[in-house]
């Protein structure tokens, strides 16, 4: 399969990056406030797999329209890479795409994150481009329960990739087993008995999102999990007390803000993580300087939490991404 027929599947996995790189998810993608069930969490997580081992939502509208994103709008290159993706897939990522949830499931392999993962985006999308384009570069349909699934092989690793439009309005991305599971679901498959539940019936995940509801980004799950496909240096994650799940909140307007929590094992490696933060924070005062910028960020840090619990909070200003915009090649007329 061709390189263009992974567009979508690359651009839409970007939301996954919101725990790490909110302000550069921002750019790329954003989305309603009412998107929320009573139960907690974007109605999406209905077809999200009971297993899924990390959830990320972003709110497209309304991180489209702030502040910050205007700004880097002028400032960044982006214009041809977005408008060749919407001639590809019919998809303009600015006014098509109203919310995203992104699932990274735990029985993938750790050389392949996106074989394991799933992406499921709400808004408004030409059906037939779609399946035209990757029928085009190889592509197949199969009908399963009633829904038709795209499916693409990968050249570069074992697996395949599958689209499918689980409900108008609704696309489904990800590796094929994860979207059939999507399908199971919307079929009324939502029985633990028969071994295909959805994530709202678990509980501990679920109280973890519905903290997060105030954030237009967001992102939760088993630190572990993504410790496994990280390749980190080993002596550095030797230092990384035990951490069981995490969580990043954050509201992206004129600036960023948001909150980063993690669950550690026990009241000890709570401690020793607050020693760790502690530590980077006094790091990144001394390497600050005079620069009033990231003095204003670095004065926003506040560390808290108790028990188990570690927390924090931050505030990115709009003068940072003034700054490094300021650095960046002047953007072609």
């Known amino acids: 399969m061709m390189q263009r027929t992974r567009y979508f599947v690359i651009a839409s996995l970007l939301v996954l990056g919101v725990g790490v790189g909110t302000g550069l998810v921002a750019y790329y993608v954003g989305f309603p406030a009412g998107a929320f069930a009573r139960r907690g969490g974007p109605e999406e997580l209905q077809y999200v797999p009971r297993d899924a ?9 309304e991180v489209m329209a702030s502040e910050l994103r205007q ?3 002028k400032a960044l290159p982006g214009e041809n890479g977005q408008r060749e993706f919407a001639n590809q897939t019919g998809i303009n990522i600015d006014q098509d795409i109203d919310r995203v949830v992104a699932c990274l499931s735990p029985n993938g392999s750790t050389a ?5 993962g799933m992406v499921l985006a709400r808004g408004r999308f030409d059906e037939v481009k779609i399946e035209s384009l990757m029928r085009d570069h190889g592509a197949h349909v199969e009908e399963y329960k009633t ?23 609704l696309i489904a991305v990800g590796s094929t087993n994860t979207v059939r599971t999507a399908v199971d679901l919307h079929q009324g498959g939502d029985n633990p008995n028969t071994g295909v539940a959805s ?8 109280n973890l999102v519905r903290s997060l509801d105030s954030g237009n980004v967001w992102a939760v799950g088993r630190f572990d999990s993504l410790m496994s496909r990280a390749r980190l240096p080993q002596d550095f994650a030797g230092r990384i007390p035990p951490i069981t799940w995490f969580s990043v909140s954050g509201r992206v307007d004129g600036g960023v803000t948001g909150v980063i929590r993690a669950e550690a094992r026990d009241d ?3 401690t020793n993580l607050r020693d ?18 990231m003095q204003a960020m670095l004065q926003s840090l506040e560390l808290g939490g108790a028990g188990k619990t570690v927390a924090l909070s931050f505030a990115v200003p709009s003068q940072v991404f003034d700054a490094a ?7 072609q007329p």
């Open 53 to 61: 081992a990390v959830i990320a939502f972003a709110n497209v509208q």
């Open 276 to 293: 760790v933060v502690r530590g980077f924070m006094a790091l990144a005062k001394l390497q600050a300087g005079s620069k009033p910028e």
């Open 325 to 331: 915009a300021a650095m960046l090649p002047k953007k």
């Open 268 to 270: 000890e490696a709570a």
């Open 147 to 169: 829904k038709r699934l795209i499916i693409a092989e990968h050249t570069d690793h074992p697996g395949s990739f599958a689209v499918a439009f689980v409900e108008p309005g």
């Open 199 to 206: 994530v709202t019936g678990n509980e501990e995940l679920m």
């Open 112 to 116: 392949d994150m996106q074989g394991s």
């Open 71 to 73: 700004k880097l709008h």
